[in-house]
Structure formats: C-alpha cells, structure tokens
C-alpha cells in the first residue's frame, strides 16, 4: 500500500475534474443527474491527498446497468468490495489519473452530506485551514496506516459537519447546480 501523501492544494486539480467529469458526462448522459467534484480536491486552499473525488448522482442507486458498464468501458474498475452501502465505488484503471469515484443515488443523505461539507468547507477558510492542519499532522503521524488515517479525521470531520448543519439552516443551503 501507498503511503498517504497529504500536500498543498494544486490549482490543476480544478481542471484534472472539469476534464474527467466533462467525459463522464458525455458518456453517461442523461442516466445520471449530477457529477460533482467533492472531496478536498474540490476546496481551493485545502490540503490533500491528490486524488480526484468524483460523486455521480443517479436516480436509483440499486440499478446498476445504467452506468456501471460505461464507467467501465471508459476505464474504471467497480469495487464490490466497498463496505459503504450507501454508495457504489469505482476507481480508475492502471495507468488513469488517480480517481475515486462515488456513485450516490441522488437526494440521499450521503449525497448531500458531502455536498454540504463541501460548500461549507469551500466558504469557511478557517474551517479549511484547520481540516487541512489535521490532515496534514495524520498524514505525518500514520503515513503507512490508511485506516488510522481516516479514523484519525472523524473527530473534525463532524466538529466541521455540525457547523455546516448550523450554517445550512442560516442561509437555507441547497446544492448548486451539478458541476458538469
């Protein structure tokens, strides 16, 4: 296993999405409703792990032809092995950009759970500032622990994700329009 490499944000990665999502798009069509970019690759100025996050939005998650075989004929790999079952995972190909992939169905609180911690992270620096200072010392702490890693970011994950639930009743949040 890779070690976990936490760095600077790379203003590349906005363009690294447009250009995956704009071919997803166009190879899906209308079976999907949404394709977002989400994780911390999609917040300017946050630390990460340089990998594109991808979140596709279907209307029902459970039926999977619509999209599973195109995904896979333009180079990603379904994981059954995901444990999420609020989600369908895949990840590129050998040899493809480094990309996860999250099938949600769309309305779901999966989905909008991390549309929401995307947006609130994007206009709250100090919420990215300090979710990037944390990533940042984990990465350090457990550089060959994967799970360590992640289990180490709940804490501030949801300290952050109380906040935005805050936020979103303020200001009547909804999700933008789709990013592709």
Not at 68 to 81: H, S
Not at 118 to 140: F, W
Not at 148 to 158: F, N, R
Request: with cysteine; proline share 4%; aromatic share 10%.
């Amino acid at each position: 296993m890779e070690p976990i490499e936490v760095v600077e944000y790379r203003s590349e990665w906005k363009n690294q999405f447009l250009e995956l999502g704009s071919a997803l798009r166009s190879a899906l069509g209308d079976n999907v409703w949404r394709i977002d970019h989400v994780g911390s690759t999609s917040v300017v100025g946050l630390a990460a792990k340089p990998i594109i996050d991808i979140q596709i939005s279907v209307p029902n998650l459970s039926e999977m032809e619509p999209y599973q075989t195109t995904l896979e004929r333009v180079g990603y790999r379904y994981r059954a092995d995901n444990d999420d079952l609020s989600k369908r995972y895949f990840r590129e190909v050998p040899g493809k950009p480094r990309t996860h992939i999250h099938v949600r169905q769309a309305g779901s609180w999966s989905e909008q759970l991390n549309l929401l911690f995307r947006d609130y992270v994007r206009r709250h620096p100090e919420a990215c500032h300090t979710y990037g200072q944390v990533k940042y010392h984990l990465a350090e702490r457990y550089c060959d622990d994967r799970e360590a890693y992640v289990q180490g970011k709940e804490e501030i994950v949801w300290k952050i994700l109380k906040q935005a639930h805050a936020w979103s009743m303020a200001v009547g949040w909804k999700p933008e329009n789709s990013d592709v």
